[in-house]
């Protein structure tokens, strides 16, 4: 939503691809140029390719809140964890003896926690009982912790050093990603109940919080996720780096292209993963252009430029804004199920809302909000700039500081040269908000 | 049955502890308040300017030990605050200048002014973390203790013990002492009524010849004032990690929708209900139980939720309040 909204200027119609080719040319440059600037190897250019996909694909889903409904989610870091969850629950193997131990009571326990909450709304909508709903409430939670708490133990003692944690259901891992978005939007359908509707800041307190006790609950919850302890070994969609350089085909074709295996091998891999999340990305894009298109698409933005006059028109738009937030919560669960399907790996620690949420926000403000190519092109660029950043970021300290005579004031710049990040894109931000509110690409 | 007992541990680890965090929340949320009633929107570099303003006390009060210079009993940090205060209130309105105004000249939604902010958040963020890094420090100095558990037992003969720190004692004394002179400003001197009047009515108060820019200069000092005191009794209490500071802004903002946005009064009930909360859902209460019920050996730890989930305290509060009264309990504005 940016602030001046006039109708679209006569912005190039070639500034798309021009900033696309710019953007293409500097990973080009990461994959071969070895210097002070960029690390030449294609390896690394295609790892920050992928993570700058699935940002992309964060990005998109939060343009979908911010660009086509003006709503501020401010705990983009928990739908990502929500997401994050899926692969876990989903593809593992299951661990032996966990749901013999106390995977029945624990169902119980979700069931009878969730059927409180809803008991308690009923009580509340037919009684008006503040003392009914607190009593169903109440009972609810003494039946949840009398069936919890000894199923947890019971799971969490099962091999504790290996497992101690629920286990998946060993379905593929892509199917995952479809449920990652599902969890997210169950999230976000219980927060957007609540605090949509209301005024504007009420949506964003309510995201952080939601969001610091999604994030609370993965890392200590261990029957879960395992907790702090992290969960390796996530299946692949794609193939192992070693079983390629095992494979004597493999190994004659990439030399045939002048590589070594095992660098080829990982090139492969990334190649893989970055087929699997364009598709997704791009699917994501052609679904939201059509929708966006739409009559929904067309009320969605009437909605957003004038809400009392949509309002005036018959629209419902709290529940046109609860619509958009629990999908565009969705496609950032799909993000977050991603993301941990490239890792290979979930650590809860490494949620942090600096970096996966306010990043995110960047990158759609920068790349234009309500653009969906916007979105992608901001992304992948923010994101490029982040990792290099902390590459160049020192290299420009010691440029700056260079003069400066030894002293332990020097040597305190120089160590905090990596906070400076954080400032540089706090800059950007406002910088952006406030002279080219729309964006890199503007919104057509 | 034994009251007497179970009253000590209740006093020492859910009374002091909780009305020292509460006067810290209040504190905390008096700053977003009042933000929230002059320029209507929901600041969230707050936390982070109570970082900052913490930080640079904890080096002038660095700089002071260094001099020599201690307040006797008590920390060194209070002859600090009023310079931290100052520095803060200089980067407040340095922003103001540079980011906020803009947005207030042009009526912009509050929605672009809360995402300022955030840029704001991150930039004072990354300030701070140049400034003193990303470490945890102490910087409590003087006496650690009113009375300690020790002197407590020998006075009183019980076997449970009782311990008031002087930080904590410190706290409540400098947040009653605060709170009283913002009242006494805001409702006594002019510029604190201009202020009311600015909050209550925009219009009718730029008819009555009020300065809005001076209004505005004066929240911000105010604000950075309040964020800088809260954040440094905050620091004292636990201890100083820039972190904390930014998920500390969860609990202030519960606390000031619960007592009404732009409600100075109700910023301050909200500081102490969502603390008290806070502590009394996270706090295993089983020895108070033990000495109340002689006989019952309860084999839990009577703990409704682990302290990690202490957010989620504030959280639900919040999300209560927002189902039955999104204005809050003292009505602050509902715009």
Same mark, same amino acid.
């Given at each position: ?444 | ?57 904890? #080096? ?26 100052? #520095?803060?209130?200089? #980067? ?42 990303? $470490?945890?420090?102490?910087? $409590? ?58 909050? $209550? ?102 703990? #409704? ?31």
């Amino acid at each position: 939503m940016a602030t001046n909204r006039q109708a679209a200027s006569s912005s190039s119609r070639w500034r798309a691809p021009v900033l696309f080719a710019v953007l293409a040319v500097l990973f080009v440059l990461e994959g071969t140029v070895r210097n002070s600037m960029f690390s030449g190897s294609w390896n690394t250019s295609l790892a920050i390719l992928n993570m700058g996909l699935i940002s992309a694909i964060t990005a998109l889903g939060v343009n979908m809140q911010w660009g086509y409904a003006g709503l501020f989610n401010v705990g983009v870091v928990g739908f990502l964890a929500m997401g994050a969850l899926a692969p876990v629950l989903v593809s593992l193997p299951p661990v032996e003896g966990a749901w013999a131990a106390g995977g029945t009571r624990l169902m119980g326990a979700l069931l009878v926690g969730l059927g409180t909450l809803a008991m308690a709304k009923l009580a509340w909508t037919r009684t008006r009982s503040g003392i009914a709903t607190t009593a169903v409430l109440i009972a609810g939670f003494v039946a949840y912790r009398w069936l919890f708490d000894p199923a947890v133990v019971a799971i969490e003692a099962n091999n504790p050093a290996r497992h101690g944690n629920i286990g998946g259901l060993g379905l593929p891992v892509l199917l995952s990603w479809a449920v990652g978005g599902l969890f997210a939007a169950a999230a976000a359908w219980a927060i957007g109940k609540v605090a949509l509707g209301l005024r504007s800041d009420y949506l964003a307190i309510a995201t952080l919080g939601i969001g610091e006790i999604i994030v609370a609950v993965m890392k200590n919850e261990n029957w879960l996720a395992r907790g702090v302890m992290n969960i390796t070994s996530i299946p692949r969609p794609v193939a192992q780096e070693v079983d390629l350089q095992n494979n004597p085909d493999f190994v004659e074709f990439a030399s045939s292209w002048g590589f070594a295996a095992a660098e080829a091998s990982g090139i492969w891999v990334k190649l893989s993963y970055m087929s699997l999340f364009l598709v997704v990305l791009l699917a994501i894009i052609l679904l939201a252009e059509l929708a966006l298109k739409s009559p929904w698409g067309r009320m969605m933005r009437a909605i957003r430029d004038n809400e009392t006059a949509a309002e005036a028109m018959g629209k419902d738009v709290t529940r046109r804004h609860l619509q958009v937030f629990i999908l565009g919560s969705a496609v950032i669960g799909v993000a977050g199920a991603m993301m941990v399907t490239l890792d290979g790996l979930l650590a809860p620690t490494s949620y942090n809302p600096l970096r996966y949420t306010f990043l995110i926000w960047v990158m759609v403000i920068v790349g234009g909000s309500g653009n969906n190519w916007g979105a992608v092109l901001g992304a992948v660029t923010i994101w490029f700039l982040w990792i290099k950043a902390e590459v160049w970021g020192p290299a420009l300290f010691a440029l700056l500081t260079a003069p400066l005579p030894d002293s332990a004031f020097k040597s305190h710049l120089l160590d905090s040269a990596p906070h400076m990040r954080f400032i540089a894109m706090g800059l950007v931000l406002l910088l952006v908000l406030r002279f080219a509110p729309r964006g890199l690409l503007p919104e057509k | 049955m034994d009251i007497a007992n179970a009253l000590v541990v209740f006093l020492n680890f859910v009374f002091i502890p909780a009305a020292a965090y509460g006067a810290q929340l209040a504190l905390g949320a008096l700053g977003v308040t009042l933000v929230y009633g002059i320029l209507r929107f929901s600041n969230f570099a707050h936390g982070d300017t109570m970082a900052f303003g913490t930080g640079t006390v904890i #080096l002038l009060t660095w700089g002071l030990q260094a001099m020599g210079i201690s307040a006797g009993p008590l920390p060194t940090a209070l002859i600090a605050l009023p310079f931290g205060i100052a #520095l803060t209130a200089l #980067l407040v309105l340095g922003t103001d200048r540079a980011v906020y105004r803009f947005y207030r000249k042009q009526k912009a939604a509050p929605i672009i002014l809360v995402m300022a902010s955030v840029g704001v958040m991150f930039v004072m963020n990354g300030l701070t973390r140049v400034l003193i890094g990303v $470490d945890e420090y102490r910087f $409590d100095d003087g006496a650690r203790f009113i009375m300690d558990v020790r002197t407590f037992r020998e006075m009183t003969g019980l076997p449970e013990g009782l311990a008031l720190r002087s930080t904590q004692a410190l706290t409540v004394g400098v947040a009653l002492v605060v709170m009283v002179a913002l009242f006494w400003f805001l409702n006594r001197t002019k510029s604190g009524k201009a202020m009311r009047a600015y909050s $209550d009515n925009e219009d009718l108060a730029l008819l009555s010849g009020i300065d809005p820019e001076r209004v505005v200069r004066l929240t911000w000092i105010i604000a950075a004032g309040l964020a800088t005191i809260a954040g440094t009794l905050y620091g004292l209490d636990k201890s100083f990690k820039a972190f904390n500071y930014f998920q500390i802004l969860l609990p202030i903002f519960a606390a000031a929708i619960v007592g009404g946005l732009g409600n100075p009064l109700g910023a301050i009930a909200g500081g102490f209900l969502v603390a008290f909360s806070e502590v009394a859902v996270t706090y295993p209460w089983v020895r108070v139980v033990g000495y109340l019920v002689p006989g019952y050996e309860p084999s839990g730890l009577m703990q #409704l939720l682990g302290t990690e989930y202490k957010f989620a305290v504030s959280f639900v509060i919040l999300i209560v309040v927002l189902l039955f009264r999104p204005t809050g309990l003292f009505r602050g504005k509902s715009v």
